[in-house]
T-cell receptor
């Protein structure tokens, strides 16, 4: 069974501080995908990043960076110089490898609510 | 291009009633997935449809059903509504079912009273 744990329920930071959101996952699959999504108050899930299990390179995109470590089953997300617009709920998700016929189940964590205070 | 559109945006129903939620995927996308997000939780997978066929189903009772139409739009139906069905229902579309990037709509907020 797949499981995603986001232990941090809520985080508050002051604008311009750096913040790291933790994600720990469990899976028996050797091939899988990890995601981060942002959910602003409007409700839709905004895709941020996808990482496959064979690519452990860290990635940086502007103020966002991701640290994938298979040894600890973690896929942490860091926002540098946080801004008020970063306030949202952030979800880490795990997807098994696509099965024949296109079925692919995605398992989400419970989310971390980030509040950036001006 | 329009993104994933869902209707209605908000809905209030009474226990025991039936509800139909609708989703139009991004133009060219052939796969639609449905998720239920209870307040304070992450989305839970309900169904995935690809080329009008059900390709996957989550751990939900038979009161939940869905279908996909020839234009790839989709409906999620819930019968005999319970208070616990109150949630945000999200639709996601992708080009193919096995794509690892899905685009989500803004959801339908269902309240059962």
């Amino acid at each position: 069974a797949q499981k995603v744990t986001q232990a941090q329920t809520e985080i508050s930071v002051v604008e311009k501080e750096d913040v790291t959101l933790d994600c720990v996952y469990e899976t028996r699959d050797t091939t899988y995908y990890l995601f981060w999504y942002k959910q602003p108050p409007s409700g839709e899930l905004v895709f941020l990043i996808r990482r496959n299990s064979f690519d452990e390179q860290n990635e940086i995109s502007g103020r966002y960076s991701w640290n994938f470590q298979k040894s600890t089953s973690s896929f942490n997300f860091t926002i540098t110089a946080s801004q008020v617009v970063d306030s949202a709920v952030y979800f880490c998700a795990l997807s098994e490898a696509p099965r024949s016929g296109g079925y692919q189940k995605v398992t989400f964590g419970t989310g971390t609510k980030l509040q950036v205070i001006p | 291009d329009a993104g994933v559109t869902q209707s209605p945006t908000h809905l209030i129903k009474t226990r025991g009633q039936h509800v139909t939620l609708r989703c139009s995927p991004i133009s060219g996308h052939k796969s639609v997935s449905w998720y239920q997000q209870v307040l304070g939780q992450g989305p839970q997978f309900i169904f995935q449809y690809y080329e009008k066929e059900e390709r996957g189903r989550g751990n939900f009772p038979d009161r939940f059903s869905a279908r996909q139409f020839p234009n790839y739009s989709s409906e999620l139906n819930v019968n005999a509504l319970l208070l616990g069905d109150s949630a945000l229902y999200l639709c996601a579309s992708s080009f193919r079912g096995e794509d690892t990037e899905a685009f989500f709509g803004q959801g339908t907020r269902l309240t059962v009273v």
